[in-house]
């Protein structure tokens, strides 16, 4: 999931962690930003 607004973010990144634990799997909150620097980071790096 990405969202733009940074507290709404942070909160649904706390409360999936503390609802779904280690049954997470590979589901993710980030940050418009984080979700950008991570593709960038994959093509630069192959």
């Known amino acids: 999931m990405v969202g733009i607004d940074p507290a709404l973010v942070f909160y649904y990144r706390d409360e999936y962690n503390q609802i779904l634990g280690n049954k997470q799997g590979k589901f993710e ?18």
């Open 29 to 46: 909150v980030k940050l418009a930003d984080d979700s950008i620097n991570d593709k960038a980071s994959s093509e630069v790096n192959g």
